[in-house]
C-alpha cells in the first residue's frame, strides 16, 4: 500500500468517531497551548527586565551589599556599605563618575487627613538625577548641593505620592509628614511606571543626610555611579574595587554593570522558561498516554477489521503504518491547535503583562507533538501488525 492511501484509512477511522478522536486530541491541545504560554511569559519577562536595565545606560554600575560569587547575595542581613564608603568613592571617582548613595526604606507619608503606609523614601544625593538618568521633573527641581550638605528636610515627590496627595494642584512648597518629620516638597518626578510589579513612582526622594538623621543609621542599600564615558566603565570599576577594599572585605560588597546584570537575569530567566516549559510538558506527556489508550481501544475494536485485511493481502507493515499514520495525525492536529491557541493566548496576556512567542518554543512543542504521536502510537501499531489473520477474523 501506498502512503496516499494509508493516510486516507488513517483520516477515515479519525472521522468516524469524531468525539472519542477530540477528546483523544485535547490532553495534547492542553500540552502544547500550556507550553507556548509559559514559555512566551517568560522570553516576555527576559526582554522586559533586560529593557528596563539597557534604559539605564551602559555606563551605570552598582555597588550592592553582599558577594554575588556562587550565584546570589551571600548577605543582606549583615549589609557593611556605609555613607562614609560612598564619600569616600566620591573623593575618588568625582574626576571621572557621577554617583549617588542609595538609602531605602518604606515610611509613613501624611499630608493633612491622607496618609500612605506603604511609600518608599530613598536618601540620595543632589546627583541622583544624573546618575539614574530616567529621573526627569515634571515640577520643580531636585534638590541642590547646598540643601543636602545642610541635611534640609526637602522632597522631590513621584508621580503616584502627587496623584494621591496633590492631583491636579501645583504641589511646590507644600509640607508632607515623612515619618515624624515635615518636608517642603521642591519637585514632582516624571511618571516612571512598574517594573515588576513594583511602583517606581511611589517614592520620596530626600538628601542623604536628612535620611540618616530620620532612620537612624547609615547603611547604604547602594551605590548607584555612572562612569562619564563607556571607555571608563572598566577604570570605574577598578577603582571602585580599590577604594572599597581598604575598609571592606570582597565577601561584603558587589560591583555589577549594566550587562552583567543583564546576563544574570537572563541566565535566571532562562531557567525560568525551561522549568516553565517542562512543567507545562507533564501535560503533554498525560496527553500522549490518552493516544496510546484510545489506540488500544481502536485495535481491539477493529480487530475483524485488521484480519480481514490480512487475509487480503496486507502486510504486516501495511498495518503497522496505518495505525502509526493514525496516532500521529491526532498528534499533529492536536499540536496544531495548541500552538494557535497557545499564541492567541500569549498576545491576550502581552495586552496586560508581558509575553513573547518565541519561534523555538513553537518547534519545540510541535517537535513534542509529533514524537508522543509516534512513541505512544508505536505500541498499539505493532500490536495490530502482530495479530493473527485467523483468530483475527474469529474475533467477536
Do not use: H
Not at 577604570?235 to 577594599?245: A, G, H, Y
Request: charged share 15%.
Amino acid at each position: 500500500m501506498n502512503y496516499e492511501e494509508l493516510f486516507s484509512l488513517a483520516w477515515k477511522a479519525i472521522i468516524t468517531n469524531k468525539l472519542r478522536s477530540f477528546l483523544t486530541t485535547l490532553g495534547i491541545i492542553i500540552g502544547v497551548f500550556s507550553i507556548i504560554l509559559l514559555v512566551s511569559i517568560g522570553s516576555g519577562l527576559q526582554s522586559y527586565i533586560t529593557n528596563e536595565i539597557s534604559s539605564l545606560g551602559s555606563n551605570l554600575i552598582d555597588v550592592l551589599p553582599g558577594s554575588t560569587s556562587g550565584g546570589g547575595f551571600s548577605s543582606f542581613i549583615s549589609n557593611k556599605l556605609r555613607v562614609q564608603d560612598w564619600k569616600s568613592l566620591d573623593r575618588k571617582l568625582s574626576p571621572i563618575a557621577k554617583l549617588t548613595p542609595v538609602i531605602r526604606q518604606v515610611a509613613t507619608l501624611k499630608y493633612k487627613n491622607i496618609q500612605d503606609k506603604g511609600a518608599y523614601i530613598a536618601g540620595v544625593s543632589f546627583e541622583y538625577p544624573l546618575v539614574v538618568t530616567s529621573t526627569t521633573m515634571s515640577q520643580g527641581v531636585f534638590f541642590t548641593k547646598g540643601q543636602e550638605q545642610a541635611g534640609s528636610n526637602v522632597a522631590v515627590i513621584g508621580n503616584t505620592v502627587y496623584e494621591k496627595f496633590f492631583p491636579g494642584q501645583n504641589a511646590i512648597g507644600k509640607r508632607v509628614y515623612v515619618g515624624n518629620k515635615l518636608y517642603s516638597v521642591v519637585g514632582v518626578a516624571q511618571k516612571r511606571g512598574s517594573f515588576l510589579g513594583v511602583d517606581q513612582d511611589n517614592i520620596v526622594y530626600i538628601p542623604v543626610e536628612s535620611a540618616q538623621q530620620l532612620f537612624g543609621s547609615d547603611v547604604l542599600t547602594e551605590i548607584a555611579i555612572t562612569a562619564d564615558s563607556p571607555e571608563l566603565v572598566p577604570v570605574v570599576i577598578n577603582q571602585t574595587k580599590q577604594t572599597l577594599l581598604k575598609r571592606l572585605t570582597s565577601d561584603d560588597f558587589s560591583v555589577e554593570t549594566a550587562d552583567t546584570l543583564t546576563s544574570t537575569i537572563s541566565n535566571i530567566t532562562n531557567m525560568l522558561s525551561l522549568a516553565l516549559g517542562g512543567i507545562a510538558a507533564i501535560s503533554l506527556l498525560v496527553g500522549g498516554i490518552g493516544v496510546a489508550n484510545i489506540m488500544l481501544v481502536s485495535v481491539t475494536e477493529r480487530t475483524r477489521e485488521i484480519g480481514l485485511r490480512k487475509a487480503l493481502g496486507a502486510k504486516r507493515s501495511d498495518i503497522l503504518k496505518q495505525f502509526l499514520i493514525e496516532a500521529v495525525m491526532i498528534s499533529v492536529f492536536g499540536g496544531v491547535i495548541g500552538i494557535i491557541l497557545g499564541m492567541g493566548a500569549s498576545v491576550i496576556v502581552a495586552m496586560l503583562l508581558v509575553s513573547t512567542v518565541t519561534w523555538w518554543s513553537v518547534a519545540i512543542a510541535f517537535g513534542f507533538s509529533v514524537a508522543i504521536g509516534i512513541i505512544f502510537g508505536m505500541a498499539p501499531a505493532v500490536r495490530a501488525s502482530k495479530l493473527s489473520p485467523i483468530e483475527a477474523l474469529r474475533y467477536e
